[in-house]
């Protein structure tokens, strides 16, 4: 397979109409691609909180409609990062509406296949963790190839997530991010770990630039199941583009099968 990762300069001199109508772009050159990834809430910004409440959008939205045909345009898998997400709340009052960080994924036919609501809020009672509605579906998409397992940035810290979406029939993690600068060091392990111990590739797309005052890691990387890292960025806005083997993930886990040894689950009996 070949994946590109688009690592988004989001700054906040650019309007989130005019960011949309070139991710689309980028998007449309990417032709002949297998996947592509964007990064997490790159319309507005990861930490743009102000913000959310003003760019939120349904499912349908602007963002989806603009992702849906260029996926199509280009005949790739997207997964189109995440966006803002003004669910439906029955009342009719947008205000009274919930906010989710929702990841959408598309067909090379531009059909929405995938929604993830981001599991694990970032915040610590404040911003994303108080603003946003917590997920509570683990979410897998099946191409030809492999078998996506789908998280967002700060549910990288949360290995159990991972080992369910393995439980799930993942092979290949794809995670959208909008990572610090300040954490970068973490950003690189916590993906390579998350591959050793799953024995799966993991695809890891951030944000460039400076947004709502917070310089970004940059830094996508591309881990395959044994760690290595077969491809990483730089700090600014970039195309990451790579080659891998999904079958290196079967033969892995054959030729080391540490999963096979586990005790412990959310099953195991405490006292």
Same mark, same amino acid.
């Given at each position: 397979?070949? @994946?590109? #990762? ?8 650019? /309007? ?19 996947? +592509? ?31 849906? &045909? @260029? ?20 009342? !009719? /009052? ?8 929702? /990841?959408?994924?598309?067909?090379? @036919? ?16 404040? !911003?994303?963790? +108080?603003?946003?509605?917590? !997920? =509570?579906?683990?979410?897998? +998409? ?39 600068? %300040?954490? %970068?060091?973490?950003?690189?392990? #916590? ?11 993991? #695809? ?5 630039? =400076?947004?709502? !005052? ?33 079958? &290196? +993930? ?9 999963? &096979? ?11």
């Amino acid at each position: 397979m070949r @994946a590109s #990762l688009l690592q988004i300069d989001v700054n906040d001199d650019e /309007s989130v109409t005019s960011r949309r109508g070139r991710v689309a772009d980028l998007v449309r050159d990417q032709a002949g691609v297998d996947l +592509v990834v964007l990064p997490e809430l790159w319309t507005t910004g990861a930490f743009a909180y102000d913000g959310f409440g003003a760019e939120a959008e349904p499912l349908d939205g602007p963002t989806h409609e603009a992702m849906s &045909k @260029a996926a199509s345009d280009a005949g790739v898998w997207l997964h189109a990062g995440s966006i803002p997400e003004r669910a439906a709340s029955g009342t !009719g /009052s947008a205000a009274e509406s919930p906010l989710y960080n929702t /990841s959408l994924v598309y067909s090379p @036919a531009g059909e929405l296949v995938a929604a993830y609501r981001k599991i694990h809020r970032f915040g610590f009672d404040k !911003g994303e963790a +108080v603003m946003m509605g917590a !997920g =509570t579906e683990l979410v897998t +998409v099946r191409l030809p190839e492999t078998v996506l397992g789908v998280a967002t940035c700060y549910d990288l810290r949360f290995p159990e997530l991972f080992r369910g979406l393995v439980d799930a029939g993942a092979q290949t993690f794809v995670l959208p991010a909008g990572w610090p600068e %300040r954490r %970068r060091a973490h950003w690189t392990l #916590l993906a390579q770990a998350r591959a050793v111990e799953n024995q799966a590739y993991v #695809l890891a797309c951030g944000t460039a630039g =400076t947004h709502a !005052g917070v310089p970004q890691a940059g830094h996508s990387i591309v881990v395959d199941p044994w760690g290595e890292v077969l491809a990483e960025a730089g700090p600014g806005e970039e195309i990451l583009t790579v080659d891998f083997d999904p079958a &290196k +993930v079967a033969a892995t886990r054959e030729q080391f099968p540490a999963l &096979k040894d586990r005790r412990l689950g959310l099953d195991t009996p405490t006292h």
